[in-house]
C-alpha cells in the first residue's frame, strides 16, 4: 500500500483548578496536600440531606477566564448532574453544566516565536464550571487490591475548557497549552501547577489521510489524562501513527458503522497508548438541571464591569512591549512567559536605560541567566530595575564596554553594589580619549607588521592590537582602540 | 380532660405560666408511647432519658428566669428523614439502618434553639416513598382510629403519633402529600409550606423540588407555632426563600374577613368517597356561614398532576439514592460472601468455556453496587430509581422527563388564575378514607392515585393544609384541604384556625385500645 500524507487533527479539554480558598460547592478548604480526608464535610462527601450552595468566587473567576477566552456569555446559566457510579464520587453524580454553559463560542490566539507555523485562533466550544472528584488510590500490591479514597479533592471547582479541533500538530498544541496555561496565570484564575493536578488535559485526536478518493478522517480517539506537556506531545506523535497503521490494516474510518469515540490512556514508560474500557460503549450521564441549585443570572453590564477589570493579557502585553519598545517578537515572548512581575521588571529597566532593546537583552539573556543558575525568583534577585537600567545605561553611553560591563552586572548581583560602587570595585573608569591615543599610538609604532598586514589590506589583524591595549588599560574600550589604530594606520 | 390530650399552644401556655413543667410534660407523652405505641408503632427510636434530661435542662432554665425558646419545652416527634446529630436516623430503610448523621438538619437545630424536646423519630414510608407507611423497611405503622387501617404516608408515624397524643407537635415532610393525606387519615392537622420556606437542609432528598418540611399538630394554632420557628431563609439552601417569616402565632387567631374560596370542579369529580364530598361540602357552607365567599373554579390540569409527579420525582430520586452504594456509610453488602460467589461464576464459565458470560461478569465493584443496593432498598424505592433511571435515560428525557416540566408549569398556570379569583382553594385531601393495610400494596397505581389532590400544589410549590371536617359512619376521619397563593401560609392558617372555632372536629381523639 502507497504512503499517504495526514494531518493530524487535535481538540483539547482542559480543566483547571480554579484558585478559590474554598471549594466549589462548601466552605471546604481546597490546599493541596493535606492528609486524606481532612479537608471534607458533609457536602463534599455527599452525606444524606446535605445540600450544594455556589462559591460566588469560584463564578467569578470562571467569568475573567471565559472573558480572556473571548467567550459568550449567556445571560442564564444552569447546573446539571452528571451521572455516573465510581468511588470517589461520593454523590454518584456530579455537579457539571451541560446544555447551557456559563460561556461559549470564543477564541485564544497562539504563535510560534521559531515561526513554525503562522499565527492561529483556536477556537473555544465552551468552558464551564464542575466540581472535580476525589482521589482514588489503588494499591494492588500482594494480590490485596486494595483502593483507598481521597476525598480532599472532592467539590474543588473545575473550570473545564474545550477547544474546537483546530490544531493542527504538537508544536501548535504545546503553544495552545503554553499560551492557556499563561493566560489563567496572569488573570489568578488558577496556578496551572499541573504537578498538584491544578491542569489536566484530554485530547481528542484523529487523522485526515490524503488519498486519490479525497480526505479520510480516521475514528476520533480521546487520551485520557495527559499530564505533562512531554507526555501530550509524544501521545498525540504516537496516536497518529497508530491511527494511521491501524486504518491502513482496516480501512475503518470516522462515522462507519461501528465506530466510535474510543477512550485511551496513555503509558509514557511504554510509550504506547492503550485502551482504557474493556467494552467500547458510550456512556448515559441521564443529565438533568440538579434541583438543589438556581440557576445563575449574569446581567450584560455586569459582564462589561468584569471585562473592564480584567487584567493586561500576555498577548496584549507582547503587543504592547513590541509596540513602546521596539522588541522582537521572540523577546516578547520570553519576557512575558516569565509572569507579570517580569515585564513590570523589564519595562522599568527598560525606562531607565532608555533602551528597550538594549534593556530585552540584559533582562532576558544576564538576568535569566542568574534566576536560572541560581534557582532565585525575580523576588529574590538582587539588583532593582533602576539599578540594572543605569548600567545599561552606561553600557549605551559608552562609559563602559559590553564584556566589562557583564563583569559588573555579575558583581553587583554577587555583592548587591550599585553600578558606581561595583566599576569602583572593579577600577573600570572611562579611559580619556588622550590617553587612549597615546595608548594606542605606542602599540602602533611597536607592531609594524600588523601595521603592513593592515595595510595590505587584512583588516582584522588590528585585533591583535586590541588586546595589547587591554594589558596597557583594562579600561581601553575595544571598539575606541579599533577605530583609533585603524586611523593612525592609515595616516602612517 | 388528661393532660396530653390538649393542643400544643395550650401546653405552651400552661408552661409558661408554670402551670407543668416541660418534664412532666414529656413524661406524660413518654407513658402514652408506653401505653399505646406497641400497637401503634408509630416511633423507630425514642430516647426517654435524652429527651427528659433536655426537658428537665428547659424547666431549670424557666425556674432561674432565664430566657427560654418558643417552643418552651414542648415534646416534639421527628419524621426519621431529618437528620439528627450523633441520633440514628434511618428514612426507614435499610441502607441507612445504622447511618447517624454528624450534623443535624436546619429544622432540627431550630427545633433545640426553640427548646423543643425531641422525644423520637418517627416511622415512614422509606425515604418518603410511599402514601402508607407501609414501604417502611422496620415495621407498619397503625392508624390510631382503626389499627387495621394505614395512617396513610409517607409521613404516618408523625401523623399516628399525634393522633395517638404521643408529642405535643411532630416534623413531617410532604412531596405529594406526605403530610396532609397522613393529617386528613388521622383526623389532625398538617401543613405542607410553599417550596423555599423551609430549610431543606439536613432533609434526606427523596425529589429536590418538590420535597418540604412542615408540621403536624392538633390544630390550626398549634402547627402556626411550628411553622414559625421552621420558618426562614438558611444560607446553607439554595432553594429557600430569602424572605421575612411572618409571626404566625400571633396572627393564626385573627379571623378573616371577606374570604373568596375556590372550589375546584375538578376535585369533585368521579372517584370522589360521597360521605368526603358530604364532609367537604359541609365544611365549604360553614365558612359561607363565617361570611365568606364560594365560587367555582377550573384546575383543568389537576388530572396531569400524578401523571407528572411520578415521572418527575422519580427521576429526582434515582439521582439523589445514587450515592446509596455501601462504599461510604450505610448498609454494605457482606463481602467475602459476594466475592466468593463472583469466584464461583467465574470457576462456572470457564468449565462451560463460556467466553460471553465471562466477558459480561461484574468486577468486584459493580457486584457491591448492585448487591447493596438490591439488598438495601425496598421493592417501592427500586421501583422509583427505576423508573427515574429510565425517564432520564438518553433518547426518553425529552419525551418524558423534559415534558413532565412543561405540563409543571401548566399545572402552575391553572393555580395562578383561580388565584387572580380567590385566595384559598377548598376541597378534599383525599379521595377516600384510610384504607386497609395491606389493602393497596400490590396495586401501586391505584396507591399513587390517593395523592390526586395533593400532588398539584408540590408540583406548582405552593402551600396546602389538611384540617379534620368530619368522620365517615366507620368512624374514619376526613380532611380538608384549602391551598395558598405562594408564602401566603399566614392567611392560610388564619382560615384554618377560623374554621377551626366553628367545629370540633380537630378536638377528637381516638379511643386507644
Keep these: 500500500m502507497p504512503d499517504h500524507s495526514y494531518d493530524l487533527i487535535v481538540g483539547l479539554e482542559t480543566h483547571v483548578q480554579l484558585l478559590t480558598e474554598t471549594k466549589l460547592f462548601c466552605g471546604c478548604s481546597t490546599k493541596f496536600g493535606a492528609p486524606p480526608n481532612t479537608q471534607t464535610c458533609p457536602v463534599c462527601i455527599g452525606m444524606p440531606g446535605s445540600l450544594p450552595v455556589m462559591n460566588r468566587r469560584a463564578f467569578e473567576l470562571s467569568l475573567q477566564a471565559a472573558l480572556a477566552l473571548n467567550c459568550e456569555i449567556p445571560e442564564f446559566t444552569k447546573w446539571d448532574r452528571k451521572q455516573y457510579y465510581y468511588p470517589d464520587l461520593p454523590k454518584g453524580y456530579q455537579i457539571s453544566q451541560y446544555d447551557l454553559p456559563m460561556s461559549q463560542k470564543g477564541w485564544l490566539e497562539i504563535h510560534d516565536p521559531k515561526g513554525r507555523f503562522q499565527p492561529k485562533k483556536v477556537g473555544i466550544i465552551r468552558a464551564h464550571l464542575e466540581e472535580d472528584a476525589g482521589k482514588s488510590l489503588h494499591d494492588e500490591a500482594a494480590g490485596k487490591a486494595d483502593s483507598r479514597i481521597d476525598l480532599n479533592r472532592t467539590g474543588t471547582p473545575l473550570l473545564e475548557i474545550v477547544s474546537a479541533p483546530d490544531i493542527r500538530s504538537q508544536e501548535e498544541t504545546r503553544a495552545y497549552l503554553t499560551e492557556l496555561k499563561l493566560l489563567l496565570t496572569y488573570l489568578g484564575v488558577s496556578d496551572c501547577n499541573m504537578q498538584e493536578g491544578s491542569l489536566r488535559v484530554d485530547a481528542n485526536v484523529n487523522i485526515h489521510i490524503e488519498t486519490p478518493q479525497g480526505k479520510i478522517a480516521t475514528p476520533i480517539v480521546e487520551i485520557k489524562n495527559l499530564n505533562s506537556f512531554r507526555f501530550i506531545e509524544r501521545a498525540l506523535a504516537y496516536e497518529a501513527k497508530r491511527q494511521y497503521e491501524i486504518w491502513q490494516e482496516t480501512g475503518k474510518k470516522f462515522g462507519d458503522p461501528g465506530t466510535f469515540k474510543q477512550t485511551r490512556g496513555w503509558d509514557d514508560a511504554k510509550g504506547i497508548t492503550f485502551a482504557q474500557r474493556e467494552k467500547e460503549e458510550s456512556s448515559d450521564y441521564r443529565y438533568f438541571p440538579d434541583p438543589d441549585l438556581c440557576p445563575v443570572v449574569t446581567a450584560a453590564a455586569r459582564v462589561e464591569e468584569v471585562r473592564r477589570g480584567l487584567t493586561e493579557l500576555p498577548a496584549a502585553i507582547r503587543h504592547r512591549l513590541e509596540a513602546s519598545h521596539g522588541i522582537t517578537p521572540y523577546d516578547s515572548d520570553v519576557i512575558v512567559a516569565q509572569g507579570r512581575a517580569t515585564v513590570d521588571y523589564y519595562e522599568a529597566v527598560a525606562k531607565a536605560a532608555g533602551d528597550g532593546k538594549k534593556a530585552a537583552n540584559w533582562v532576558t539573556q544576564e538576568v535569566m541567566r542568574v534566576l536560572n543558575e541560581q534557582g532565585w525568583t525575580l523576588a529574590q534577585f538582587p539588583l532593582t530595575a533602576a539599578s540594572l537600567g543605569d548600567l545599561v545605561k552606561r553600557v549605551i553611553g559608552g562609559e563602559i564596554e559590553i564584556t566589562r560591563a557583564k563583569e559588573v552586572f555579575n558583581d553587583m548581583v554577587a555583592n548587591k553594589r550599585s553600578a558606581t560602587e561595583s566599576m569602583q570595585a572593579l577600577g573600570i573608569a572611562k579611559v580619556d580619549t588622550s590617553e587612549l591615543e597615546a595608548i594606542c599610538k605606542e602599540i602602533v609604532a611597536a607592531n609594524p607588521k600588523i601595521v603592513a598586514d593592515v595595510k595590505g589590506g587584512k583588516q582584522q589583524a588590528v585585533g591583535a592590537l586590541l588586546g595589547q591595549a587591554k594589558k596597557k588599560n583594562p579600561n581601553a574600550n575595544p571598539n575606541d582602540v579599533r577605530r583609533i589604530c585603524l586611523e593612525l594606520i592609515e595616516k602612517a | ?513
Aim: hydrophobic share 40%; aromatic share 8%; proline share 5%.
Design chain 2, 1 to 513: 380532660m388528661s393532660l396530653i390530650s390538649k393542643s400544643a399552644a395550650e401546653h405552651l401556655r400552661d408552661l409558661e405560666a408554670r402551670k407543668v413543667s416541660s418534664v412532666e410534660l414529656t413524661r406524660a407523652y413518654l407513658d402514652q408511647i408506653q401505653k399505646h405505641d406497641a400497637k401503634i408503632k408509630a416511633f423507630l427510636l425514642v430516647d426517654p432519658d435524652a429527651a427528659l434530661a433536655r426537658a428537665k435542662g428547659i424547666d431549670d432554665r424557666r425556674a432561674a428566669g432565664k430566657p427560654v425558646g418558643k417552643l418552651g419545652g414542648l415534646p416534639v416527634a421527628i419524621k426519621d428523614v431529618m437528620c439528627t446529630q450523633g441520633v440514628k436516623t434511618t428514612c426507614a430503610s435499610k441502607i441507612l439502618e445504622n447511618f447517624v448523621p454528624p450534623y443535624d438538619a436546619t429544622v432540627i437545630k431550630k427545633l433545640k434553639a426553640a427548646d423543643a424536646v425531641l422525644i423520637g423519630k418517627t416511622n415512614m414510608d422509606e425515604f418518603a416513598m410511599g402514601g402508607s407507611t407501609e414501604n417502611s423497611a422496620y415495621f407498619k405503622t397503625a392508624n390510631p382510629w382503626d389499627t387495621s387501617r394505614v395512617p396513610g404516608g409517607s409521613s404516618g408515624g408523625s401523623a399516628a403519633c399525634q393522633a395517638a397524643m404521643m408529642a405535643a407537635l411532630s416534623l413531617g415532610t410532604d412531596t405529594g402529600g406526605s403530610i396532609r393525606q397522613p393529617a386528613a387519615f388521622c383526623g389532625i392537622t398538617g401543613l405542607k409550606p410553599t417550596y423555599g420556606r423551609v430549610s431543606r437542609y439536613g432533609l434526606v432528598a427523596f425529589a429536590s423540588s418538590l420535597d418540604q418540611i412542615g408540621p403536624f399538630g392538633q390544630t390550626a394554632e398549634d402547627c402556626a407555632l411550628l411553622l414559625e420557628v421552621l420558618a426562614g431563609h438558611d444560607p446553607l439552601d439554595s432553594t429557600s426563600a430569602n424572605i421575612p417569616t411572618p409571626e404566625y402565632s400571633k396572627t393564626v387567631n385573627q379571623p378573616l374577613k371577606g374570604l373568596k374560596l375556590g372550589i375546584a370542579r375538578e376535585y369533585f369529580a368521579e372517584g370522589l368517597n360521597s360521605e368526603i364530598e358530604a364532609a367537604v361540602r359541609a365544611a365549604i357552607k360553614a365558612y359561607e356561614s363565617l361570611g365568606a365567599t364560594a365560587k367555582e373554579v377550573s384546575m383543568p390540569n389537576t388530572k396531569y398532576g400524578i401523571a407528572t409527579y411520578y415521572i418527575i420525582a422519580p427521576s429526582e430520586a434515582s439521582s439523589n439514592l445514587a450515592r446509596y452504594d455501601g462504599v461510604h456509610y450505610g448498609y454494605r453488602t457482606e463481602e467475602k460472601q459476594m466475592l466468593a460467589e463472583l469466584a464461583d461464576e467465574q470457576k462456572r464459565y470457564e468449565a462451560e468455556k463460556n467466553q460471553k458470560k465471562l466477558a459480561d461478569m461484574d468486577t468486584p465493584l459493580i457486584r457491591l453496587y448492585r448487591k447493596t443496593r438490591a439488598e438495601g432498598f425496598g421493592p417501592e424505592v427500586k421501583r422509583r430509581i427505576m423508573l427515574g433511571t429510565y425517564t432520564l435515560s438518553a433518547g426518553y428525557y425529552d419525551a418524558y422527563y423534559l415534558k413532565a416540566l412543561k405540563v409543571r408549569r401548566l399545572i402552575r398556570g391553572d393555580y395562578d388564575k383561580a388565584f387572580e379569583e380567590v385566595d384559598f382553594l377548598v376541597g378534599p385531601t383525599t379521595p377516600s378514607p384510610a384504607f386497609k393495610i395491606g389493602e393497596k400494596i400490590d396495586d401501586p397505581l391505584s396507591m399513587y392515585l390517593e395523592d390526586l389532590y395533593t400532588v398539584p400544589t408540590n408540583l406548582a410549590g405552593l402551600a396546602g393544609i389538611s384540617i379534620p371536617c368530619g368522620f365517615t359512619k366507620s368512624g374514619l376521619p376526613i380532611g380538608l384541604q384549602m391551598q395558598c397563593r405562594a408564602f401566603d401560609e399566614e392567611r392560610l392558617l388564619q382560615a384554618a384556625a377560623m374554621y377551626q372555632k366553628a367545629t370540633d372536629w380537630h378536638m377528637k381523639r381516638p379511643a386507644l385500645a
